[in-house]
């Protein structure tokens, strides 16, 4: 194998450079996160590559919607068309990984003010977990088997670990998950359980066990596969590499999606600058990245405060009185929407450079918004965890304050399955008072009272 690749801290007056065969969770220099970065400059003939790919031919990494990509993101560097040399190196779960693609929601589509044919929805939620999360994990893994790691650690909110377990037990690791105690919807503990991971549950919130795991890393033997990992981030780039093999490469004017810890902002980012400097799009499309009421510390440092990338000369000062006012009131994140309950993202300030490189927004949306939104979805006959449905709350909101046009190409990330979090839809639905509802009817066991209110 010969590796191009290289981890490089973000901060460009840093900018020190590690082997890949380490994982950095930090740049030793100066503390900021680091990304993986190629020498090679892709040749935009392999647009002709992928989509040939899309017949796999029972080639299950070109089935995979993440190693269909596999020059992308050669940080392994294997000889991408040697079976025999990438089959021994790529984690992959069957090939089942991001076969996802956008489509046309008539219903969504006219709910958010938007012409249909405008419009698209991504459902990440058809992932083999149910998350957009196995993108990642086909990558991280793949930097782990390169390691020989024997035990991965995370802290979750659910999809994290739901996922990173099916990924370990498919590759005989173990794994060591953290989650706040009462912080996770049952369907996601009951598969993080079910592929057999260790589950600690600690009596705090989602950042407390991110603290934990930061502690962990510091061990030896521990390998963490949250998105603080670089190498996680680079399967989810291929989210948007899917977005554009389907639109023929034409670039949209909107990506939306759901922010928090912020890796997918990150990741997204990262895949536009990298696909624009390398010549394959003509232009940036604009980011909008949709935070909850309440956990919504990227809207309030980004608009109210006016925390910005600035070149990497990020203001840590402001951040830093931010989070330190959080604690002295003891400020919890708080939203049902429990996949993005997070108020201290560990990708804040890759999240920041993101929203330099496209122009992008932020949008908070409330509870109340996304249930209603998660509600539309369904009627249209696809289903998504409460998060994601924040891409379609903040749609909607971004359309009628017109900062997103009706007639601007649109794509919407949807990260969750719906039956991730059943709780809340049935919670909804029971109450006639929700605006959507669709309340059970209740009717005497006989033939005649049925007939009667059908």
């Known amino acids: 194998m010969t590796v191009k690749a290289v981890q490089q801290c973000i901060i460009p007056s840093c900018g020190r450079t590690y082997d890949v065969y380490t994982l950095k969770t930090a740049c030793e220099k100066c503390g900021n996160l680091v990304d993986v970065r190629y020498d090679d400059r892709p040749n935009p003939t392999l647009k002709e590559v992928f989509d040939e790919r899309r017949n796999h031919r029972g080639n299950i990494f070109n089935e995979s919607g993440v190693w269909r990509f596999r020059e992308l993101i050669n940080f392994p560097g294997v000889d991408c068309n040697d079976f025999d040399a990438y089959s021994n190196v790529l984690v992959s779960l069957d090939g089942a990984e991001g076969r996802t693609k956008p489509f046309h929601l008539t219903r969504v589509a006219e709910y958010v003010g938007m012409r249909s044919e405008n419009f698209w929805l991504q459902f990440e939620g058809s992932n083999p977990t149910g998350s957009f999360k196995d993108n990642g994990m086909a990558t991280a893994f793949t930097h782990a088997k390169m390691l020989g790691v024997k035990r991965i650690t995370c802290a979750s909110t659910g999809n994290t670990s739901s996922s990173a377990a099916a990924f370990a037990a498919n590759e005989g690791i173990e794994a060591i998950v953290f989650m706040g105690e009462g912080k996770i919807a049952r369907g996601k503990l009951a598969q993080t359980l079910d592929y057999g991971a260790r589950v600690v549950q600690i009596r705090g919130y989602f950042d407390d066990a991110m603290n934990r795991v930061k502690e962990l890393v510091t061990k030896k033997g521990f390998y963490a596969v949250n998105s603080l990992n670089a ?114 993202p560990v990708n804040l300030k890759k999240a920041l450079r993101t929203l330099e490189y496209t122009d992008g ?58 039956l991730k979090d059943m709780d809340t839809i049935i919670q909804y639905h029971l109450d006639p008072r929700n605006t959507f509802s669709n309340t059970p009817l209740v009717v005497a066991n006989d033939l005649q009272s049925i007939l009667a209110i059908l």
């Open 231 to 344: 190498f996680r981030l680079e399967g989810q780039k291929t989210m948007i590499y899917r977005v554009l093999a389907y639109l023929k490469w034409r670039v949209p004017d909107w990506i939306v999606f759901p922010g928090g810890n912020l890796g997918n902002t990150s990741a997204f980012g990262k895949a536009f600058k990298e696909l624009y400097d390398w010549g394959w799009i003509k232009r940036m499309p604009r980011v909008a990245v949709v935070n909850a009421e309440g956990a919504n510390t990227l809207y309030r440092l980004f608009n109210e405060l006016g925390v910005k990338w600035n070149g990497g000369r990020v203001d840590d000062d402001v951040i830093d009185e931010y989070y330190t006012d959080l604690e002295r009131r003891r400020w919890k994140a708080e939203t049902k929407a429990s996949a993005i309950e997070i108020l201290k």
């Open 361 to 418: 927004i932020v949008v908070q949306v409330s509870d109340e918004e996304m249930l209603d939104a998660r509600a539309i979805v369904g009627r249209n006959g696809f289903g998504c965890e409460l998060a994601s449905a924040a891409t379609v709350a903040g749609i909607k909101k971004l359309v009628s304050e017109e900062r997103i046009r009706a007639d601007e190409t649109t794509v919407g990330i949807l990260t969750g399955h719906m």
